[in-house]
């Protein structure tokens, strides 16, 4: 034989390299996933592990999404009702609270600065009586809060300085059994001084206005009276109490309070949203990322059944792998054909259960009427969780952490076996045949 025919012979002997994830391969990888009657337990695991990511991955995103809800809800009422800055007077009262006032509004960054006298009381009716937190502020600042203003279900605010009546949280309104132009008494346990001491301050007010924030806490303990009314009430001649400032950029407050303390030209004493609630919102953190940890076991744990469904089907594909290497399939394209094989499995399984997920997720609280239509319970009382309906905030950054982490862990799940299947010697897989 020549020297040519040598060279020309040699080719036909050496294995053909074929580009990664040809059509070939990608053929052969989905014919694994299709089950046979033999195969019937294999296929039963990769049935698991899809199932498993599915609902990790829809797991996370509702409940990273209800977290969500939870914190903007509870920022956006906490914080827009009771204020961003509270200012409060020391050495002196706080006499000159409408110079201050207005000093704090030129700031850059307020967006709104209201005078009030606050205080504890009882209020009752008739039928029953339950502690009230009493707000006096005057029409135009409480028109301003969207926390009130936009919420109004009876009545009006509309003369509400002049009216001498009051506004009052629909849970509140229904404790008391009262409607507008019912009066309900006030009582304050510090009045007017006597000869035999202090004698509580009781005065009736109509009813002018009922508002429905949401959140069951402030429905069933504000009371907003006219300022005039509540510095009479309260023994508070020409005074306020504290003036509450709203910011445009609440979670940036460091700059603001610096610019507060530099005009407010008197001692006082500035707390914001984050002291004030501080350990609340910690926890919710907490909770939050704690939620995120558990739940990722749901994902690991279908990850870790794909290692073991994908061993089996190389355990029992290997006279199929071994046919392969012979006819010239090289060991990547072998690692290939079942890396494709069960990341098939993760990402199916990734991206049904984000869609689940969303949509659940979108339509939370339609779900849960319905849930306690069928079962005739509750499942988010208000009275325990401070809000009227289940809120759901979903966010992009969640959705995207959530979708990487279960692809990971998929495609992690799959390099063993395909490693394992890769490294299969041809001559001991059918030495046996």
């Known amino acids: 034989m020549s020297h040519t025919e040598t060279q020309d012979s040699a080719p036909d002997n050496v294995p053909v390299q074929t580009r990664p994830f040809a059509p070939f391969e990608w053929l052969i990888a989905l014919r694994y996933l299709r089950a046979r009657r033999a195969q019937s337990f294999i296929s039963v695991i990769?049935?698991?592990?899809?199932?498993?990511?599915?609902?990790?991955?829809?797991?996370?995103?509702?409940?990273?999404?209800?977290?969500?809800?939870?914190?903007?809800?509870?920022?956006?009422?906490?914080?827009?009702?009771?204020?961003?800055?509270?200012?409060?007077?020391?050495?002196?009262?706080?006499?000159?609270?409408?110079?201050?006032?207005?000093?704090?509004?030129?700031?850059?960054?307020?967006?709104?600065?209201?005078?009030?006298?606050?205080?504890?009381?009882l209020a009752t009716s008739p039928f029953n009586s339950s502690g009230v937190l009493v707000r006096g502020i005057r029409e135009a600042d409480v028109k301003a809060l969207p926390g009130i203003s936009n919420t109004i279900k009876q009545g009006t605010l509309?003369?509400?300085?002049?009216?001498?009546?009051?506004?009052?949280?629909?849970?509140?309104?229904?404790?008391?059994?009262?409607?507008?132009?019912?009066?309900?008494?006030?009582?304050?346990?510090?009045?007017?001084?006597?000869?035999?001491?202090?004698?509580?301050?009781?005065?009736?007010?109509?009813?002018?206005?009922?508002?429905?924030?949401?959140?069951?806490?402030?429905?069933?303990?504000?009371?907003?009276?006219?300022?005039?009314?509540?510095?009479?009430?309260?023994?508070?001649?020409?005074?306020?109490?504290?003036?509450?400032?709203?910011?445009?950029?609440?979670?940036?407050?460091d700059a603001t309070r610096a610019q507060l303390d530099a005009v407010m030209g008197r001692p006082m004493i500035?707390?914001?949203?984050?002291?004030?609630?501080?350990?609340?919102?910690?926890?919710?953190?907490?909770?939050?990322?704690?939620?995120?940890l558990i739940l990722t076991l749901i994902v690991l744990v279908a990850a870790l059944n794909i290692i073991s469904g994908m061993t089996m089907l190389v355990k029992d594909k290997s006279h199929d792998i071994a046919i392969l290497r012979t006819m010239g399939a090289?060991?990547?394209?072998?690692?290939?054909?079942?890396?494709?094989?069960?990341?098939?499995?993760?990402?199916?399984?990734?991206?049904?259960?984000?869609?689940?997920?969303l949509v659940v997720a979108h339509n939370l609280e339609p779900i849960r009427q319905g849930l306690n239509w069928i079962l005739g319970a509750n499942l988010f009382p208000a009275e325990l969780y401070f809000l009227s309906k289940l809120p759901s905030d979903v966010s992009a950054s969640d959705v995207t952490s959530v979708a990487v982490l279960s692809l990971t862990l998929s495609l992690l799940a799959t390099l063993y076996p395909a490693w394992s299947a890769a490294k299969l010697d041809p001559v001991e897989a059918l030495r046996y045949e």
Do not use: C
Request: aromatic letters at 10%; a negative charge; proline letters at 3%.
């Open 158 to 253: 509309n003369g509400f300085d002049e009216g001498g009546g009051v506004a009052i949280g629909q849970k509140l309104a229904d404790y008391l059994s009262l409607r507008i132009g019912d009066s309900v008494t006030v009582i304050a346990p510090k009045g007017a001084q006597t000869a035999f001491g202090t004698a509580p301050r009781i005065k009736a007010y109509p009813v002018t206005a009922i508002f429905q924030i949401g959140m069951s806490e402030f429905d069933s303990t504000l009371l907003y009276m006219p300022l005039s009314e509540a510095q009479a009430f309260f023994n508070k001649d020409n005074e306020a109490t504290l003036i509450e400032a709203y910011v445009s950029d609440p979670d940036h407050m």
């Open 46 to 121: 990769a049935g698991f592990s899809f199932l498993g990511i599915l609902l990790g991955v829809a797991t996370l995103v509702v409940v990273m999404s209800v977290m969500n809800g939870f914190r903007k809800e509870l920022l956006d009422k906490i914080v827009g009702i009771n204020g961003h800055v509270f200012l409060q007077g020391v050495e002196t009262p706080l006499t000159d609270f409408d110079a201050v006032t207005e000093r704090v509004r030129r700031v850059k960054g307020v967006t709104l600065a209201i005078p009030m006298v606050e205080g504890q009381a």
């Open 270 to 292: 500035a707390t914001d949203w984050r002291q004030r609630n501080k350990t609340f919102f910690d926890a919710l953190a907490v909770e939050r990322s704690v939620m995120f």
């Open 330 to 357: 090289t060991r990547n394209a072998i690692l290939r054909i079942f890396f494709i094989t069960g990341s098939a499995i993760g990402i199916t399984g990734t991206v049904a259960g984000l869609l689940l997920g």
